[in-house]
């Protein structure tokens, strides 16, 4: 199980001038589905046509199942590793059964033409990856998805131990792409084949690989588990831009949620508005309070919530209690505090029941003015008590309700101008 | 399965050139009778015990040493191009690419232009200079090309066919400042460079023969592996090709080939585009049905034009002429009628 089958140690690689690889050292060991990620142009593609020796090494060493890449025979290269493209055109007419039979080339030669095995396996090889079906259709006449199983079926036909593949599922649409990169995680565990996939969607690598390698400014900045790789720190370098991670919780792997690249247009008031929410319907209107610049703070929310992860991914302070349990005077003492000095007190979109009304306690001593969604009268559980406090509240302080978060921020704009 | 289907394609193209050949081989200018025709054939080279009563030595010996030679070199001329045209067409993976397009030709004519300046027709081998000098000529340039064209140990396809181009120019106009220089040569290499099979013998088939099959089994044995360089140069490495290695193959064998026909034959045009394209439209790429069908239908492509050559007017028409005139229109009809398929798609 540990054998290596990939192995560069400080590799460096470029075209002309432009050094692209400047120092890589990684390895892909038996049975491993690694994910290569990096921005565009971080050498990811570079690093497998290196593999490929369709680039000379400048330094370093690159080795393939323990034997040197730079001795290998092309023939010897491809039973070894195999490459699947991006996407991969043909301009003539050939059948699919003649593609995938390209795939046994490296053992086939003038003295050993195709045999019934050949025959054999490219017929397993299509079979696997469900081509079967039009193997003597031609390869130009069919779809992106199906196009790309065959070149993974030529691919198997090849035997090899390595699986390269670059970019395999970017010109796919979700179907197609989840297809090709379940079929890869069967050919992983089934076959046995080690996989190295360059992948630009972090959310399929994390979802797909055991292991990402991180490649930035030609070199390995991070190699690990989904959960290792996937932080804060090294999505912001990757991506140059704000975004979230969160925990799919479908599959329990580490999931980003971009956000904005542009920064939003800032607020010339650096007011403090707290907002009051907790359950899972603020989280946009967090995000976008926090992007123009206003000091935001949040409460009572229950921890694990949706609010309570945004209020975690952006720093934004807020009072957090326990999953489940209820708002005690304690907890809202501290609420009170924090929106003392708030201007605005916004009361979200968000469900009320006899445990978190006590969320509302007390804001009739608070300075700032109050708003409040009136979704959350729609969600009212609490027989009757919410409109009551509504009632005592507005009889002391004025109230304006509002229709939704969008009209909030309008308000908010137009009172700036 | 298609597999099986297919297997009839070659042995029944073969039967249809054979049938082509005998035909055209009791075509003439010269009135010998059918059923005389063929009792010359019998006995000549069947060496069947006929009654040869009645039956000039004249026409026993057009049959055997002018139409059959014409007919066996026209044959080889044909196939020969055709397979190199295909080859070409694999390694550069460009419609437009023939067995001349690397200057094979050019160098070939300024060669023979120079030996037919030069009256220099002293035999060598059974051979007159010219012959040697085309020869000479033309794989000096292809030399020249390929070296130009060099980067390390590889040779781009694209350089190559630049420096190709180039160079095949550079030769074309060395050759007309030499015909503008020595006017009385001008008709005799014009005809050259028009090609034709007139005038030649048993002796050039037997100089041709040896280069022409060791190249055109060189070409087959690549079969495999230029299936493969269709679907891409990086695809082909990715699969176990030796690219390099097998682009020099390719075109050290078409050199030796088409240099050594043309050498004899003068230029023919157009066998070597349109014979493998043809047959690419009819009977799909791959190479394992496409060289041997390029061989039998290029073979069979030049004897018919050059039987029309030689039977058509009162005078000879170079065979060039003739396989420009018929091909490019029928290649154009194909073109129409099968709009998608090979390049065309």
Not at chain 1, 381 to 393: F, I, P, S, W, Y
Not at chain 2, 232 to 259: C, W, Y
Not at chain 2, 260 to 267: A, D, K, Q
């Amino acid at each position: 199980m540990n054998t290596e089958i990939l192995s560069l140690k400080h590799v460096a690689a470029g075209y002309g001038s432009r050094e692209v690889l400047t120092d890589v050292t990684l390895s892909v060991r038996e049975g491993e589905f690694a994910g290569l990620i990096g921005s565009n142009g971080a050498g990811k593609s570079t690093l497998i046509k290196c593999v490929f020796g369709l680039i000379p090494l400048r330094r370093g060493a690159l080795s393939i199942c323990g034997r040197e890449n730079a001795a290998l025979k092309s023939r010897e290269r491809a039973r070894l590793a195999a490459v699947v493209p991006q996407s991969y055109h043909v301009e003539y007419d050939f059948t699919v059964e003649d593609i995938v039979m390209m795939g046994r080339n490296p053992y086939l030669s003038l003295r050993r033409r195709e045999s019934p095995e050949d025959y054999e396996i490219v017929e397993n090889a299509m079979k696997l990856t469900n081509t079967e079906q039009f193997r003597d259709r031609f390869y130009n006449e069919l779809s992106g998805g199906e196009r790309q199983r065959v070149i993974l079926a030529r691919a198997i036909a090849q035997k090899p131990r390595l699986l390269l593949l670059d970019e395999p599922t970017s010109s796919l649409d979700v179907h197609h792409q989840i297809e090709v990169m379940e079929l890869i995680t069967r050919l992983n565990q089934e076959e046995h084949i080690a996989v190295l996939a360059v992948l630009h969607d972090i959310n399929m690598a994390s979802r797909f690989c055991q292991r990402m390698i991180m490649l930035q400014e030609g070199r390995v900045f991070a190699d690990g588990t989904p959960s290792e790789v996937i932080n804060r720190q090294n999505m912001e370098s990757l991506y140059q831009m704000k975004l979230m991670i969160h925990k799919n919780p479908l599959f329990h792997k580490p999931e980003i949620v971009p956000i904005r690249v542009m920064e939003e247009e800032k607020a010339s008031l650096r007011q403090h508005i707290h907002v009051i929410c907790g359950a899972n319907g603020a989280g946009k209107l967090l995000e976008e309070l926090d992007a123009r610049g206003y000091q935001v703070t949040a409460g009572v929310v229950n921890q694990e919530s949706g609010d309570w992860d945004i209020c975690q991914e952006l720093g934004i302070p807020c009072v957090a209690i326990a999953p489940f349990t209820p708002v005690t005077e304690s907890d809202q003492t501290l609420n009170l505090k924090m929106m003392e000095t708030a201007d605005i007190i916004l009361v979200a979109d968000m469900p009320f029941g006899e445990s978190n009304l006590n969320n509302l306690s007390g804001l009739e001593d608070m300075p700032g003015r109050i708003y409040f969604h009136k979704n959350a009268l729609s969600n009212d559980h609490t027989h009757g008590a919410l409109v009551k406090r509504l009632q005592e509240l507005g009889a002391r302080k004025k109230i304006t309700y509002i229709g939704d978060h969008d009209a909030f921020l309008d308000l908010l704009k137009k009172e700036e101008a | 399965m298609k597999k099986k289907n297919r297997t009839w394609s070659v042995p029944l193209s073969v039967l249809i050139c054979i049938a082509i050949m005998y035909i055209c081989t009791l075509t003439g200018v010269a009135s010998i009778s059918f059923p005389d025709a063929n009792r010359i054939l019998l006995h000549e080279f069947l060496r069947l015990d006929i009654d040869m009563t009645g039956i000039s030595e004249g026409s026993i010996a057009i049959i055997r040493n002018v139409r059959l030679p014409r007919v066996v070199l026209g044959f080889l001329s044909g196939a020969s191009l055709a397979v190199c045209g295909a080859g070409f067409q694999g390694i550069f993976k460009n419609p437009m690419a023939d067995p001349f397009v690397l200057g094979v030709s050019s160098g070939a004519a300024l060669g023979a232009a120079i030996g037919i300046i030069l009256h220099y027709d002293r035999g060598v081998w059974m051979l007159n200079g010219t012959t040697l000098l085309a020869f000479a000529g033309a794989f000096l340039t292809i030399g020249l090309v390929y070296n130009i064209s060099r980067v390390g140990r590889r040779v781009p396809v694209s350089t190559l066919l630049l420096s190709g181009i180039a160079v095949s120019q550079t030769l074309a106009a060395a050759m007309s400042v030499l015909m503008i220089l020595n006017k009385q040569s001008m008709d005799q290499i014009m005809f050259w460079t028009m090609g034709s099979l007139n005038g030649k013998g048993w002796s050039q088939i037997l100089m041709v023969l040896p280069y022409v099959v060791l190249g055109i089994a060189l070409l087959f044995s690549c079969s495999r592996e230029l299936d493969i360089i269709l679907t891409g140069e990086d695809t082909a490495v990715q699969l176990g090709v030796n690219v390099e290695f097998l682009k020099k193959k390719v075109l050290f064998a078409s050199t030796i080939v088409s240099a050594s026909v043309i050498s004899v034959t003068g230029i023919i045009g157009f066998v070597g585009l349109v014979v493998p394209h043809v047959v690419r439209l009819v009977a799909g790429p791959k190479h394992r049905t496409l060289m041997p069908l390029s061989l039998v239908f290029g073979g069979a492509f030049l004897i018919i034009c050059d039987t029309a050559a030689r039977s058509i007017a009162s005078f000879e028409i170079p065979v060039g002429i003739i396989t420009s005139l018929c091909g490019g229109p029928f290649f154009v009809y194909l073109l129409r009628k099968m709009k998608r398929g090979g390049y065309f798609s």
